[in-house]
C-alpha cells in the first residue's frame, strides 16, 4: 500500500501556522510513520515533486507570483487545507484592501518599482478550491492532528461550525461579557480554539474570523455597553480576519 504524501506550501505569511505542525512533537513523530512528508521547506530541504494527497497552504494571495504558484499547488493536491487567518481570509495584510498600496510602497521603499505586489491580500478560496480550511492565528494544533488523522482513516474531518461561545460552555468556562463586562466576539467567531482567551478573563478578537451567518449587529449594542465605543470596535474587528466580508460589512445576518 502506497504512503499517502503530505506537501506545506507558504504564501504571504509570519510562518506561525506551518510552525505549529512542527510543535506538534509527538504527535509529527507518529504521523511520520503514516504519511509522507514530501515537500515542507520550512523542515526539509529537500522537496519532492507532485503529486500530493494532501498539501496545507499557509498564507494570502498578495503577488502575481503567488497567484500562478496556487494554481499548480491545486492541480498537483488532491484535497488542499488553507491553514490559518492570512490563508482563509487574507489576514493582517488583508489591510491593504482598505487603501492604496502604491500610496504605502512609495513611502516605505526607496525604489518601489522594483516592489511586485498586487493591489489587495486574499485568501486561497478566492482563487482556487479550497477542501478544507482551518482557521486561528495560528491555527490549533490539536485541530490539525485530529484533521490529519481524518484524512488517514479516510474520512472527512470533523471540523466545528459554531461559535466560540459553545467551546466556553463545553469547557466550563464563565462567559466574560455577563459576568465581567469584557467586551468579546465570541458570540460571532468561529470556533475552533477551545475559547483560549475567555479561559484567561480576555475577549475573543475575532482570529478564527466569522463563523457561519453572524448576528454581528446584534452583538455591536452589547460591545459598545461593555466599554468598547464605535472606532475601539472597528479596530478589533479589522485585524486578524479584517478582510472576511462578514465582518468588513457588519451588517445584520
Given amino acids: 500500500m502506497t504512503t499517502p504524501t503530505l506537501a506545506v506550501w507558504k504564501f504571504t505569511s509570519c510562518d506561525g501556522c506551518q510552525l505549529t505542525l512542527l510543535d506538534c512533537e509527538d504527535e509529527l513523530l ?129 471540523i466545528p461550525d459554531s461559535s466560540v461561545c459553545t467551546e466556553c460552555k463545553r469547557r466550563g468556562t464563565t462567559c466574560v461579557t455577563v459576568a465581567e463586562g469584557i467586551p468579546c466576539l465570541g458570540p460571532v467567531t468561529h470556533a475552533g480554539c477551545g475559547a483560549l482567551c475567555p479561559a484567561y478573563h480576555r475577549g475573543c478578537y475575532g482570529c478564527f474570523g466569522p463563523m457561519t451567518r453572524p448576528n454581528i449587529g446584534a452583538l455591536l449594542p452589547i460591545l459598545e455597553v461593555n466599554g468598547m465605543p464605535p472606532p475601539d470596535r472597528d479596530r478589533v474587528f479589522e485585524t486578524v480576519a479584517a478582510a472576511a466580508p462578514e465582518f468588513a460589512q457588519r451588517k445584520v445576518r
Fill in 30 to 158: 507518529t504521523l511520520s510513520n503514516r504519511i509522507h512528508i514530501a515537500h515542507f521547506l520550512e523542515a526539509s530541504s529537500a522537496p519532492e515533486p507532485g503529486p500530493y494527497d494532501v498539501s496545507l497552504v499557509e498564507g494570502s494571495i498578495s503577488t502575481p507570483d503567488e497567484l500562478g504558484r496556487i494554481i499548480e499547488i491545486r492541480e498537483q493536491s488532491r484535497i488542499l487545507v488553507a491553514i490559518g487567518a492570512c490563508a482563509t481570509h487574507g489576514g493582517i495584510q488583508a489591510l491593504r484592501n482598505f487603501a492604496d498600496v502604491t500610496e504605502f510602497t512609495s513611502l516605505v521603499y526607496a525604489d518601489p518599482q522594483y516592489i511586485s505586489t498586487l493591489a489587495t491580500a486574499t485568501p486561497i478560496s478566492a482563487h482556487v478550491h479550497v477542501d478544507y480550511e482551518l482557521r486561528g492565528c495560528p491555527i490549533d494544533r490539536h485541530q490539525l492532528v485530529r484533521v490529519l488523522d481524518a484524512f488517514l482513516a479516510g474520512r472527512a474531518p470533523d
